[in-house]
């Protein structure tokens, strides 16, 4: 099937059933995405389809046709931060880092759709990313922080 | 007589027994350095002062072995050599070096030299500098664990700036003529008289040909300009980009994806397997055994674990108690004689101070390691090479185990080392690069990734111990007057260090740790029984080790005794405290949250507790409220002292971090067993903390101590009891069984 990542099309055959995040990571080297639990249970391989945040380990790639990915890497890159990366850099959010790339596409999402969320709202939405070395006060910061900035734009 | 290298190497040399057989060696030796690694393939012009630090006529490079699964330390190296050196973090490259014995960490030996950390007698100094020196000796080993690496790191990183600086003031005084005294150096150069510069990467050359300046006198920290203030960790934009790489997102040219199955029930035997479905599934390229096991090699991960999952097996029993009531029934019998671990503190005479009595038995369960990044290990097996990309903590072991399976000299075995998505002491462990090599040793020619799933990173984690605690407290006159406290557990030290293949003799600290070493030196009666099993599941070091259960049964056996005396948890811990910087935590704690007692009205409590871990004594007040729907976690505020600051903002990090770790697992978390295995299986049954359970927590360093600590353990062990004691304050419900949430609801 074809579909787009961050801008660029690709054309991928693989089994109906592989879920996105090994399409990514393994068919397409797209290692942003990060492989935790396989059952949506911690969000590291949270990305964008179609501008919703979803699971990717949880989509298949027989629904992917014609769809458009955005992963961390197409969200902002190091030169041109997204205003949710640079609000993580302020911060300081990361430890181990192996969450954020999914803390922060979730994040982005919900300021998508919600750029003045209240304390209850970040507590709802982003609950179902899991960080193991309990970055949260940080993360209810920059979320903070980058509703701010993007406010401000 | 087997030469000492080679006895220490087999049996630690840790404890009683080895210092009182007296080995003797010449200081000399102890002292002299290490070869420079860097020195072997230096390319002409290139300059090496020490190990740590590299420049060429393009760039600077800061060697930082320690591995960094999160806390920091990749950065705090770089930050500590660049204060001396006068660079500034942008203007340098960043390496995590090659294995070598050079880097073997001197402070990690510290915490088992058998005295209490905050004993600074001549006595206690003399003993761990013996250690260090055998450690040097005989098994100078790379290793990142027991929160050593700051301490480890802060004076010779430092020293390593300063030498190589004043080494590259000496060359650009040779090259302009101008006096050393009259150079400064700033920003990566030498300043001369007149204002002009010379890079440091111009005089590499020059630098190159002198012999490194030594013992350079360190700077007062006052003029510090780096460290002790907020810094930018180097690697904070890549991991807020995707562009960082964990050992699970390298990449070569060829390389194959594979996972392994092997016997849950950890340690049995595989009896047999049927793979004949999974061999003919998309992109299978190869299905081998390795040990206890079987390994799918395929082109993609996913595909890997999907015929893993089709392989039927006929596991073999577990060498341990199949069900987990067995586990709790055997540890409840070894409170005997027989397998006392040691009496480790005695102290007045328990038995017969006066006083009513306050009696508890304690429990903390097995708990997974389950960092976010599953075990994985890239291994490629060449003609007469192995290089390996994984992240481990330490680096020599990765490197022995590997040439052993795969027969090349480890000298031709290299070990890149990988940024790590957390460990909490899961990388402390060898099967995974073990099962990696024996594939790619399958495999050779062909670089193999091997990736376990999350449900074989569970069902393969050895967990944190279980423990159980009975106590006895006395109080009289609103005075806690004694406790004498027995602490029974799995001896995780074996467990660990018997997978390495060494024997430790004696007895196993980390059973007592933490409630042994307490400073309450204004109790009149404490003594400290531990006992130990090791006919249990393998087990772990998990973060904190020891102290985590320890601290939760002392601290909570306190909190009942005080609550018994009617006084006030707070004031009571402070009076029992004689060591300063611990009288200073706690009263820094109860400053922070305006301290009035325990019951603040409203549903609402406070609970307080006090840890001592690794060197660092941390006070944690967590307060709470009784809703409708549970209890919920308010807010929790946190003093230690560690010392030296070196960046704020990171500590806080690790403070916040690892209280919300405590928390997190005193709440949520277990791992039981059922017919051998373990019942949890990935994240909905094991989580931790999420975010919306997460209290404020508020966070206060105090630097009075002499000596620097590192600080990526110390906050867990207070955590747990102060939420257990804050509970009770709201409730009236004394819990002495993690997880928590078997005896009362959570928000
Ligand atoms: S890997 Fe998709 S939610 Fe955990
Ligand atoms: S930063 Fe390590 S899991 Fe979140």
Redesign the pocket.
């Known amino acids: 099937m074809k579909f787009t990542v961050n801008g660029t099309e690709h054309e991928v055959s693989v089994e109906d059933d592989m879920p996105l995040?090994w399409v990514l990571r393994d068919e397409l080297n797209i290692t942003g995405p990060?492989?935790?639990?396989?059952?949506?249970?911690?969000?590291?391989?949270?990305v964008m389809l179609d501008g919703q945040a979803v699971?990717?380990?949880?989509v298949t790639a027989d629904e992917l046709e014609g769809t458009e990915v955005t992963t961390i890497e197409g969200l902002g890159t190091p030169d041109a931060l997204h205003a949710v990366q640079a609000a993580w850099v302020e911060h300081q959010v990361a430890q181990c880092g192996y969450c954020q790339s999914?803390q922060i596409m979730q994040a982005a999402a919900l300021l998508d759709m919600n750029d003045d969320p209240s304390d209850e709202d970040i507590d709802q939405v982003m609950s179902g990313n899991l960080c193991r070395c309990g970055t949260y006060p940080r993360i209810r910061a920059a979320v903070k922080t980058a509703a701010k900035t993007l406010q401000e734009a | 007589m087997p030469s000492l290298g080679k006895i220490a190497r087999r049996t630690f040399l840790i404890g009683s027994a080895a210092i009182a057989g007296g080995v003797a060696f010449g200081v000399y030796a102890a002292q002299r350095p290490f070869a420079n690694p860097n020195l072997d393939d230096l390319p002409k012009g290139s300059a090496s002062f020490n190990p740590w630090v590299i420049i060429d006529s393009d760039k600077i490079t800061l060697i930082a072995t320690h591995a960094d699964k999160g806390q920091g330390i990749f950065s705090a190296q770089a930050a500590m050599i660049a204060e001396e050196l006068d660079v500034d973090l942008d203007q340098v490259e960043i390496s995590f070096g090659v294995p070598d014995k050079a880097y073997y960490n001197r402070a990690a030996i510290d915490v088992m030299a058998g005295f209490p950390m905050y004993d600074n007698s001549p006595t206690a100094e003399t003993v761990r500098g013996f250690l260090g020196g055998i450690v040097k000796l005989a098994l100078p080993l790379m290793a990142t664990g027991g929160s050593s690496a700051v301490p480890d790191s802060y004076d010779k990183l430092r020293q390593a700036g300063a030498t190589a600086r004043e080494t590259l003031k000496l060359a650009a005084s040779q090259q302009s003529g101008v006096p050393v005294e009259q150079l400064k150096t700033e920003r990566g150069a030498v300043i001369l008289p007149d204002g002009s510069e010379i890079a440091y990467t111009a005089l590499a050359g020059a630098a190159a040909g002198i012999t490194p300046m030594a013992d350079i006198p360190l700077r007062d920290p006052k003029q510090w300009r780096i460290l002790g203030k907020p810094m930018e960790r180097a690697d904070m934009v890549e991991k807020s980009t995707g562009t960082l790489t964990y050992g699970i997102d390298f990449r070569t040219e060829g390389m194959l994806h594979a996972t392994i199955k092997v016997n849950p029930r950890q340690g049995g035997a595989m009896v047999g397997f049927d793979a004949s479905e999974a061999e003919g599934m998309p992109g299978v390229k190869k299905i081998v055994e390795i040990t206890g096991g079987v390994a799918v090699i395929a082109d993609n991960t996913w595909r890997a674990i999907q015929a893993a999952e089709a392989i039927e097996f006929d596991w073999g029993e577990a060498p341990y108690p199949a069900e987990q009531d067995a586990h709790w029934e055997l540890l409840s019998n070894t409170f005997t004689d027989a397998h006392l671990n040691a009496e480790a503190r005695v102290e007045g005479d328990v038995e017969a101070a006066e006083g009513e009595e306050v009696v508890g038995e304690y429990r903390s369960p097995y708990i997974a390691h389950a960092p976010l990044e599953p075990l994985n290990a890239t291994i490629l097996v060449g003609e007469n090479r192995v290089d390996i990309w994984t992240g481990h903590q330490i680096q020599q072991y990765v490197e022995q185990f590997v040439a052993e399976i795969t027969g090349v000299d480890q000298e031709n075995v290299h070990l890149h080392n990988m940024f790590i998505g957390g460990s909490f002491g899961h990388r402390l462990e060898f099967d995974f690069v073990k099962q990696a090599a024996e594939i790619a040793n399958q495999m050779r020619g062909t670089p193999i990734q091997m990736t376990y799933s999350r449900e074989e990173d569970f069902a393969h984690d050895f967990p944190r111990h279980i423990t159980m605690g009975r106590g006895v407290a006395k109080v009289k006159d609103g005075k806690v007057t004694a406790l004498d406290i027995q602490i029974a557990g799995q001896s995780v030290m074996r467990s660990q260090m018997g997978r390495m293949g060494m024997s430790l003799p004696g007895p196993d600290a980390q059973l007592h740790e933490g409630a042994w070493d307490a400073p309450n030196f204004n109790l009149p009666n404490l003594r400290v029984r531990s006992y130990r099993t090791e006919a249990l599941a393998p087990v772990s070091s998990w973060r904190a080790v020891g102290a985590g259960p320890n601290v939760f049964i002392y601290e909570t056996l306190l909190d009942e005794a005080i609550h018994k005396a009617g006084a006030d948890p707070l004031a009571e811990r402070i009076r029992l405290m004689g060591h300063e910087p611990s009288v200073k935590v706690l009263e820094a704690v109860g400053e922070m949250c305006s301290w009035t007692g325990p019951n603040i009205g409203e549903g609402r409590g406070r609970g307080v507790a006090y840890g001592f871990s690794f060197g660092v004594p941390v006070a944690t007040i967590v307060e709470v409220t009784a809703t409708d729907a549970g209890i919920k976690l308010d807010k929790a505020w946190v003093a230690a002292d560690v010392g030296k600051v070196i960046d704020p903002v990171n500590l806080e990090n690790l403070a916040q971090g690892g209280t919300i770790f405590g928390l997190g697992h005193a709440i949520n978390c277990e791992i039981t067993y059922a017919d051998g295995m373990a019942e949890q299986t990935n994240?909905h049954d094991h989580e931790g903390m999420r975010l919306y359970q997460c209290p404020e927590i508020a966070f206060r360093p105090l630097e009075i101590g002499t000596k620097i600590r590192g600080f990526g353990e110390p906050p867990i062990p207070p955590s747990a009891p102060a939420l257990g004691n804050a509970i009770f304050a709201a409730t009236g419900q004394r819990i002495r069984e993690m997880p928590f949430y078997k005896h009362i609801d959570f928000v």
């Open positions: 995040l990060k492989y935790g639990c396989g059952i949506a249970q911690c969000g590291a391989c949270t699971r990717s380990c949880q999914g | 994240y």
